[in-house]
């Protein structure tokens, strides 16, 4: 049996890369202890396996097809595809394709659907995370691409879901594993639109406040709330597979600050296994 090593969760922004320089100092080193200490954790959970719950930022998919799910089942995946993203120092990451078949097949058991691919890009939203998190030693990554950017999207209540599925599937996959989960997206951020550019840190804080909650009252809130507050505030879909995942217990967080340099309300959290 696999066992479950823990879920990390950090925000991603293409501006964490190309504005860096214009994030003021003290903002700076808050974001890069954030995703430092995440790196320290994860290190020290010493998972074997990484599931990267992410969006796809139409680096594999296009509006002509855009799964709800993907998940990884391939030998490797490929680093991002973004240029501006070149100094990133893995083109090609190792997958685990047993573990992911393994997933996969459980999901369809369960009642799930998802799509698969034997080999995916990995794009920034995976990848601005791993890097800043500083990594000494990349685990065996298992993409899992939710569609949580462009509607119609799996809903809420399915995400968590989604996350229960996942931790039911490490405890089931028959051979010594450790599974970690790193989330990525959110809060707060909206790109492209009218309101491009703000940060509702109420709505921020409020959010991860209600993960120390009831299911019941985060998914009420996250479906009222989320149309509301940018299109890449929907990307917390990934931070609710991490929190199905960890059966809504151990919530913990790293950092939260809002960075307008950057255009995006920056969450780093962490669930005990
Ligand atoms: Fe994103």
Not at 3 to 23: I, M, Q, T
Request: glycine share 10%.
């Amino acid at each position: 049996m696999a066992s479950f090593a823990g879920a990390f969760a950090a925000s991603h922004g293409p501006l964490l890369v190309r504005e860096w320089d214009a994030v003021p100092a003290d903002q700076k080193t808050r974001l890069e202890k954030a995703f430092r200490e995440l790196g320290k954790r994860m290190k020290a959970a010493k998972p074997d396996v990484l599931v990267v719950v992410s969006p796809d930022h139409w680096s594999n998919f296009f509006l002509d097809n855009y799964p709800a799910v993907c998940i990884g089942v391939g030998e490797a995946n490929e680093g991002p595809p973004e240029p501006w993203m070149k100094a990133f120092p893995h083109r090609e990451f190792p997958g685990h394709p047993r573990f992911a078949t393994h997933l996969v097949n459980e999901a369809l058991k369960g009642g799930f659907e998802p799509s698969v691919s034997h080999r995916l890009k990995l794009d920034h939203g995976s990848c601005i995370p791993l890097w800043r998190m500083e990594l000494e030693k990349m685990p065996a990554l298992v993409p899992m691409l939710v569609n949580s950017i462009e509607p119609p999207m799996p809903s809420l209540a399915r995400c968590l879901e989604w996350g229960k599925l996942l931790r039911k599937a490490i405890e089931r996959f028959p051979g010594k594993l450790r599974v970690g989960i790193l989330a990525t997206g959110g809060l707060s951020h909206s790109i492209g639109e009218k309101t491009m550019g703000a940060i509702h840190e109420d709505f921020d804080r409020k959010t991860i406040s209600l993960f120390s909650g009831a299911e019941r009252s985060l998914v009420r809130y996250l479906d009222k709330e989320l149309p509301k507050r940018g299109n890449g505030s929907e990307e917390v879909r990934n931070w609710l597979v991490a929190h199905g995942a960890a059966r809504g217990k151990g919530f913990e967080l790293v950092d939260y600050l809002p960075v307008p340099a950057v255009i995006v309300g920056c969450g780093f959290a962490a669930w005990r296994p």
